[in-house]
């Protein structure tokens, strides 16, 4: 037999997908022939590559990355872990370490002392300083976050939006930011906790304006799926018709032209 | 993965632990970057947990896998630098005890690997270290079963003309150490 009628048996060879009476003839060629015996002993030579174990940090990325998810899609999404509760020490240790850490209890420290201080050295504490207390506090956590969303790393800016999530109003400075960064920010991760968090304040208008036109920008079919799922959840009947424009993009993935035409028979 | 679907985090848990060595070992073979592998391993199960609504029942699950993985690493190299060039720093860790020949061939073997065309060598890498079959890595890829079977042909007759290529340089550049007195380079690194 030639090589070229050898060659369209050798690739079920080599997966023993033939039947024993090919096989021989296969093998009775390779005898003979060094270029296909080469080409069938290069297959096998192959194995020497060996596979190699992922780190523990891999397995440590992904459960933080899954208890982040859990957390900011709340109790919608999926159930949590069962709760340990010497991890939970744990990582609540190794949390105070980092630098958010740092910055929380420090704030925490400085408004425990202005509070005692207030509460010794002034009995008639009057319910206005608490508020003004309370107002700077917030307005720091929000400079925090705003800080942390310009970050070079992003996990420090996945940090950022989570801080973003402590507060139910949020100053505009900082909302800018988050729409910005789920326009701009360069990490999938990011721009889909961003949108996670923005999600909370549909009721600013610009905030939905926002995510429309996201829509039109993003390139990541993960970001196009969340975003397409967002509008849906709002029920915003006026994204339809961008949500049609996108599906009409020629190089649309499969799985997001298929989202959109869910999209579009849910909000019709 | 149903399970997943329909809420339960714990399950991908499981998923993880089956899947995420070998996805892993299908981006290092095929960029020979530990360190970028194991961002991909994240970004994979990450759109796990974003596109589990679009897991249709009765699909196999691993043919699923592989798409979502071939898919983070496309859109990753399209907005991101062009491939490293593979550095022999990058060659594969051997189990202790191997003879010396055959850690020398294993990291021949890999650089061959990674100077076939990025196609080619995600074919072997399937076909080959994933174990995929013919017809599973057909769909996977978009083309006919007899397809892929004459383009692993053509592949592996590529690695071979590449890898006698490497085996006849570093025999060339010994000769010309030896004739300057300089010792060898030392191929691979210690782990």
């Known amino acids: 037999m030639k090589c070229e009628e050898i060659a369209g048996l050798l690739p079920d060879y080599l997966q023993e997908g033939l039947s024993a009476e090919q096989k021989k003839t296969v093998e009775r060629h390779l005898e003979s022939c060094v270029e296909c015996s080469e080409v069938a002993g290069l297959w096998k030579k192959l194995a020497l590559i060996p596979d190699e174990q992922p780190s523990a940090a891999g397995r440590q990325r992904f459960e933080a990355m899954l208890q982040a998810y859990q957390t900011g899609r709340g109790d919608e999404g999926l159930t949590r872990r069962a709760p340990d509760k010497g991890a939970s020490i744990w990582s609540v240790f190794q949390w105070l370490r980092s630098p958010v850490g740092a910055v929380a209890w420090s704030i925490a420290l400085v408004a425990l002392g202005a509070y005692l201080g207030l509460q010794l050295g002034n009995a008639k504490t009057n319910s206005q300083e608490l508020a003004a207390m309370h107002t700077e506090l917030t307005n720091m956590r929000q400079i925090v976050a705003l800080s942390m969303l310009q970050q070079q790393s ?19 400075q900082v909302l800018s930011a988050l729409m910005h960064t789920l326009r701009h920010d360069q990490s999938v991760d990011v721009r889909l906790a961003a949108l996670d968090a923005l999600s909370r304040h549909a009721g600013q208008p610009q905030v939905k304006k926002t995510v429309v036109d996201a829509l039109q920008e993003q390139q990541s079919p993960l970001v196009q799926v969340a975003l397409i799922d967002q509008l849906v959840e709002w029920s915003d009947a006026e994204a339809a018709p961008r949500i049609e424009k996108l599906r009409q993009s020629p190089n649309l993935n499969p799985t997001v032209r298929q989202r959109a035409d869910w999209a579009i028979s849910k909000l019709n | 993965m149903l399970q997943v679907r329909d ?36 970004e994979v199960f990450l ?28 859109d990753h190299f399209r907005k991101s630098r062009p491939q490293v060039p593979f550095e022999p720093e990058m060659a594969p860790t051997v189990a202790p005890g191997d003879p010396a020949q055959k850690q020398q061939e294993s990291e021949l073997l890999h650089r061959a690997l990674m100077e076939l065309p990025e196609e080619k060598r995600e074919l072997l890498v399937l076909c080959r270290f994933q174990e995929l079959p013919y017809e599973e890595v057909a769909r996977l890829v978009g083309c006919g079963v007899s397809t892929v079977k004459v383009r692993i042909h053509r592949a592996l007759q590529e690695l071979r003309q590449v890898f006698h290529q490497l085996q006849a340089a570093p025999a060339n550049s010994a000769q010309r150490n030896a004739r300057q007195n300089i010792p060898p380079r030392r191929l691979g690194h210690e782990v």
Request: charged residues 25%; glycine residues 8%; positive net charge.
């Open chain 2, 7 to 42: 809420g339960d985090g714990e399950t991908l848990g499981v998923l993880f632990e089956r899947y995420h060595a070998p996805i892993y070992n299908f981006y290092t073979k095929l960029t020979g970057d530990r360190a970028l592998s194991e961002d991909l391993v994240q």
């Open chain 2, 47 to 74: 759109r796990i947990l974003r596109h589990r609504q679009t897991f249709r029942p009765g699909t196999p699950f691993r043919a699923w896998i592989y798409q979502i993985a071939r898919n983070a690493r496309i």
């Open chain 1, 154 to 172: 992003a996990s420090q800016r996945l940090e950022g939006v989570t801080w973003t999530r402590r507060e139910g109003q949020l100053d505009p």
